[in-house]
């Protein structure tokens, strides 16, 4: 090891000791622009001591910075594919790069947006096709995942936000944070709540977002032509949002329960009097129809068996079918659905199931 890398180390153990001179911080930075590997050892050894607390930075400001930082990727990808008979060579060129970037934030006290940016990173949590998962975050919060369905959130989830990213669909028993509201991203648009118990079904093939309340109220917020058109939802409500070239944005507001003598649903009602409510029965495992056309209904079945299906029989199109089932097979269910009256006929080659 040379005596510069010893002098480096020395230098960052004094940094993460809090003990390092203003001028040994000077010099740590000047020598992690020399050499790419000292960032990265930098960056490891750093990555759990962030904090913006005392940051007057704004997330604006962070967003910025953060396509900067790809904008200079993004260079440096480019500058290696030409030939390398530059005034710089390419590495020169790279070390320049991280030193503008490393100066730049110091400048802003950018030290902690540069830990920041990336310490910040994305949690993943996904339900193949004819899968059926729960989860439970940090802050207790309990998510059933259907098929086929994806939800991301921030490693800050807890601490400084409850905002989460669906695709697919999900069914939420939201904690209750009256400081940190909970979020959910889905399909453009944004579900406020403190806590509550709802299902959102946001499959991006079925181009349109249903969000049905069990329990609480939420705040449905709806991108309509460039405006936000917020609707209070309370127990028992179910809010359909479609988009279609031909009619645009369509938005149907709905009941899944009997409204009392006085027009309100109670909560008690949903509880007791509903208990298997269609909108959640798939968290117990059962597959539901709703006067499903055979295409919906295709794509229900392949994401509840993990089958591809295939319609060769145009004529069938408009045909729907509505039913509760908790066949094992995809098979099961659609000699289920012949026996009771549907005119369709099915064939099998290999993972696929045509319709004719």
Known sequence: MSSEDTYFLELIQKYLDK????????????????????????????????????????????????????????????????KRNTFLSTKNYRRLLIAASLLLMMSFGGVYLFQHILSVRIIKLTSAKGERKHFKLEDGTEIWLNGGSKLEYDSKYGLSNRDVTLSGEAYFKVTKNKKIPFHVNAYGNKIEVLGTQFNVQAYAEEQKMETTLFEGKVNLKVK??????????????????????????????????????????????????????????????????????????????????????????????????????????????????IKTGANIHYKERRDTIVLY
């Open 19 to 82: 003990r390092i001179s203003a001028a040994e911080e000077e010099e740590l930075y000047h020598l992690m622009t020399l050499e790419e590997s000292r960032l990265d050892l930098y960056l490891y050894l750093t990555k759990k001591n962030q904090s913006l607390k005392n940051s007057p930075i704004t997330l604006d400001w962070l967003f910025e910075s953060s396509k900067k930082k790809y904008k200079i990727t993004d260079i440096i990808a480019s500058e290696r594919k030409e």
């Open 224 to 337: 309509d032509k460039g405006y936000v058109r917020e609707f209070i939802m309370h127990p028992g409500e179910k809010i359909e949002v479609a988009n279609s070239l031909a009619t645009g944005m369509h938005i149907r507001k709905s009941n899944i329960v009997k409204e009392s003598a006085d027009g309100s649903a109670k909560n008690s009602q949903i509880k007791h009097e509903n208990r298997e409510l269609s909108e959640a029965l798939w968290t117990k495992n059962k597959l539901v129809f709703q006067d499903d056309p055979i295409d919906i209904m295709s794509r229900k079945i392949e994401r509840w068996y993990n089958k591809t299906i295939r319609i060769e029989n145009k004529n069938i199109l408009n045909q729907s079918y509505t039913g509760v089932f908790q066949e094992k097979t995809a098979l099961e269910v659609l000699d289920i659905l």
